[in-house]
């Protein structure tokens, strides 16, 4: 590790966070070893519009889609499918770099495929704004016989990798089988048309070696992750999110794209080619190092490979790739990991992948974009492409050159698995700069047991079987560790191929807090404890029951309650939210008894029975007699993060997105009912009209619902609740025990939190309805800032969330945790449905 790569300027940025009146991260200049936050300050300083892309992002909580596209085809190779045409459309960003404009590459593709035998093109998805995902297969013809060989090679390889080893047929003629994704990040445009370069090579040259490659080789090629953020010139998709923190997620149709692509291709090495970041840099990465990869089988390639690439781009001969940093050479831990599976490098391997993140050199995006001349953006994109270029055939050089070694190791990654082996002890310089701030490793449970019946393990169980994690059921009731499981519980047997994606998801994580002074993005994350499923680690047995294998969860929806009988419905999950507003917009009656129990008139018992049927959420029989007050669907104006949104938007509620000049251009409150307040809306800056409208509408008793440093600073401005916002350190993230208090949020959710950037609430005149745990970190890192304040230890016992009245009237809740942060915690949805719908009156 280079010590001299300090980072003193960072360090103090993010320090300066713990203050309210400075929510922001620190800032990302130009220097290499600093970058962009996916949880940059724009989430809470620019609130999301309601643009018609996001409405279309709007899907059933229930359904997270099956692989919508599978490698298997009764066809050989090549696969030619003429790609739909888009429309010119003048006002792609791409354009004024010199680069390949989004509807000019399906016309390339095609004239490729008709130019070539070597190529295949089809779409494996659509972008959130509804744009084709292409992807490329390079390799020599096959005939349908030689690629269902392949096939089967592909699946032994996982399946049976004891036997795969055996096979000498297939060590001789499996096709090391490399891919390339480009452009996730939307305005990180190179990597497409350097990858398209390497296409057009691969397609058209007559040389011997390239044709001896192709032979031995496939190479898949994701053109660009991104067309929304290509031709906008945005990080994110048209929905806001950044792709590349949505891994483990899915929540968003590009990385379950890339999801399927991966499972399907399985590829050896992977690049996802971004950039800018002033050199070029090439994973791999700095620790924390992920605990729960097969890290040995991973360094062994990924230093030697990134090595390579970085003598590509010397090669190119330009002043500005003299060098490469590879982080885990050149950086300090903490600067640039591989800890969390958000990242589709780190995701890819736990498939089986050798993944590096490539960050081209030269700055194209941002401001730059806008102010330099543009044959200095052009030489910079030429020089950026030569680079993306570069890498890539060096990574495809790097696997055919080490194929029987990475096949070998792949082999070895998945038999680990099936056999449940500890992952060996790596020892100090395996390879060199290895020590022991790079030793990350794990034990695994010997199986996860998650009780059936709910919508959130069916969610998670579709979840993990769509990222190739296998579930089995239970045929019968049983035992394990003196707890009794119902028939039908499902089982997660850790002795299977990929178990250390399997564990990756469900484990609770770690604190990584005293390992390191920083991290990249977020460290912590769990669907086993935010998914809001029961999740049960069994450490060392597996239950002794006959089970089935699984495709999919069970059914869960009924409606348990004679006819005739009005029926009442628990919000205890974000389904259950979305099944409220559905009724609530077919115009039915609807009456609550509390923040959370909803009752439903007898005569709309088919609608509810089509409900429980789509979205898995169950009915029961209303007390009789029970009466409730009726209430509407909320009108909600929001000033929220896309993230935030999105998650609305999935619950079902209509929302009119609002912001400081939304407000101040003369937006009517007049009849809106709650008035969300995380991201891009302050008081302060309010015109004096729209202070005035702010002020009816709290004085008229309109309800406020508030997240975060932006939310707090609202309250306090607006005089919402007399709670004091104070802030835990600016990066602090993960995930946190909370005790539940209150009769709103409080009453029925998790004993577990998400934070970025916590806050905690102080004073009185306010219920408390969560307070963080005795010692609330359970995974992620939180710092005390350098004075011993704002820390975990300061947030033990505090309010985390809180509820009250308003001086109008109004009711009121405010966030300190991140109840949706990036779409993932969804066992915590319907806790912020309840306070939302409770502020709504
Ligand atoms: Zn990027």
């Known amino acids: 590790m280079d010590l001299s790569r300090t980072l003193t300027g960072f360090g103090a940025a993010l320090l300066a966070t713990a203050l309210l009146a400075n929510p922001a991260t620190g800032a990302p200049g130009d220097t290499p070893s600093t970058r962009d936050f996916g949880n940059g300050p724009e989430r809470n300083e620019i609130a999301a519009v309601d643009a018609a892309a996001a409405l279309s992002a709007r899907t059933l909580l229930a359904e997270e889609p099956a692989s919508a596209w599978s490698l298997k085809s009764r066809n050989g190779y090549p696969r030619q499918n003429t790609l739909p045409v888009w429309p010119d459309n003048p006002e792609d960003r791409s354009i004024k770099l010199g680069l390949i404009p989004y509807h000019d590459i399906a016309p390339k593709l095609n004239a490729l495929q008709r130019a070539s035998d070597r190529v295949s093109a089809e779409i494996v998805g659509k972008s959130a704004g509804g744009r084709d995902l292409y992807l490329v297969t390079v390799t020599a013809p096959e005939r349908a016989g030689e690629t269902a060989r392949q096939d089967r090679w592909r699946e032994l390889i996982e399946e049976n990798p004891a036997a795969a080893k055996r096979d000498r047929a297939l060590r001789a003629g499996y096709k090391t089988p490399v891919w390339i994704n480009a452009n996730i990040h939307g305005n990180e445009w190179e990597g497409t048309d350097g990858a398209l370069r390497v296409i057009e090579r691969l397609a058209t040259a007559t040389d011997a070696a390239t044709k001896g490659f192709l032979e031995r080789s496939r190479v898949y090629v994701t053109v660009t992750n991104n067309p929304d953020g290509r031709i906008a010139g945005t990080r994110a998709n ?25 499972i399907g291709t399985q590829p050896f090495v992977m690049l996802d080619e971004h950039g800018y970041t002033g050199t070029t840099l090439i994973e791999p990465a700095t620790p924390p190092h992920g605990q729960n990869y097969e890290y040995d089988l991973y360094i062994k390639h990924a230093l030697p490979n990134a090595l390579g690439m970085e003598s590509a781009i010397q090669r190119l001969g330009y002043p500005e790739t003299a060098a490469a940093d590879i982080p885990f050479r050149d950086y300090v831990p903490g600067d640039w990991d591989d800890w969390p599976p958000i990242f589709t490098p780190m995701y890819a391997i736990y498939h089986g992948a050798i993944g590096h993140t490539v960050e081209i050199p030269l700055r194209v995006n941002n401001a730059d974009y806008t102010n330099l001349p543009v044959e200095e953006l052009r030489r910079r994109a030429r020089i950026n492409t030569d680079v993306a270029a570069a890498t890539i055939e060096a990574a495809l050089s790097y696997a055919d050159t080490n194929r029987v070694t990475l096949l070998a190791d792949q082999i070895e990654q998945f038999r680990r698995g099936w056999a449940g082996e500890a992952s060996p002890r790596i020892p100090d310089g395996f390879v060199p700069g290895f020590g022991p701030e790079d030793r990350y490793s794990t034990t695994f449970p010997r199986a996860y047991l998650i009780p059936a019946g709910t919508p959130a393990a069916a969610r998670l169980v579709d979840h993990l079987i769509a990222n190739d994690v296998r579930v089995v059921r239970a045929r019968h009731d049983f035992t394990v560790n003196g707890n009794r499981y119902r028939d039908g519980t499902y089982i997660v047997d850790m002795h299977q191929p990929k178990r250390g994606l399997a564990n990756v998801l469900l484990e609770a994580g770690r604190d990584i807090s005293d390992l390191v002074p920083q991290m990249y993005d977020i460290s912590g994350w769990s669907h086993g404890l935010l998914w809001g499923a029961g999740v049960d680690a069994s450490l060392r047995t597996l239950p002794r029951v006959h089970t089935s294998p699984v495709t999919r969860a069970a059914p869960t929806g009924s409606v348990d309650a004679p006819r005739g009988r009005d029926l009442s419905l628990s919000l205890r999950d974000g389904n259950d939210v979305r099944a409220v507003n559905e009724l609530l917009t077919r115009g039915i009656k609807l009456r609550r008894t509390d923040a959370g129990a909803v009752v439903v008139p007898a005569d709309a018992r088919s609608e509810a029975t089509a409900l429980a049927k789509t979205l898995g959420v169950r009915f029961s029989a209303a ?26 938007k999935e619950m079902g509620f209509p929302v009119q997105t609002v912001s400081t000049a939304v407000l101040n251009a003369g937006f009517d409150l007049s009849t809106v009912d709650t008035l969300i307040v995380s991201s891009g809306l302050s008081y302060t800056a309010l015109n004096a009209t729209a202070r005035a409208a702010v002020d009816a509408f709290l004085a008229r008793g309109g309800g406020v619902l508030t997240r975060g440093a932006t939310g707090a600073a609202f309250n306090a401005a607006a005089k919402v609740l007399p709670a004091t916002a104070v802030a835990g350190r600016g990066d602090a993230n993960g995930v946190v025990t909370v005790t539940n208090e209150g009769p709103i949020v409080g009453a029925g959710s998790p004993p577990h939190a998400f934070v970025y950037s916590p806050l905690w609430f102080t004073g009185t005149g306010f219920t408390v309805e969560q307070r963080y745990g005795a010692d609330p970190l359970v995974a992620g890192h939180w710092l005390p800032a350098g004075t011993g304040t704002n820390g975990p230890a300061q947030a033990a016992g505090q309010a985390a969330v809180v509820s009250g009245v308003t001086p109008g009237g109004g009711n009121a809740v405010l966030f300190g945790t991140e109840p949706l942060f990036r779409a993932h915690p969804k066992g915590l949805y319907a806790g912020y449905a309840r306070a939302l719908f409770w502020t709504a009156g």
């Open 238 to 262: 048209s929905a806001g999110f950044d792709i590349n923190r949505d891994h483990a997620t899915g929540s968003q149709p590009e990385s379950r794209a890339v999801r399927d692509v991966v």
């Open 623 to 648: 007390p009789r007699g029970v009466k409730g007050e009726v209430f509407d669907q909320p009108v909600i104006a929001a000033a929220v993060s896309a993230d935030e949104l999105f998650a609305l």
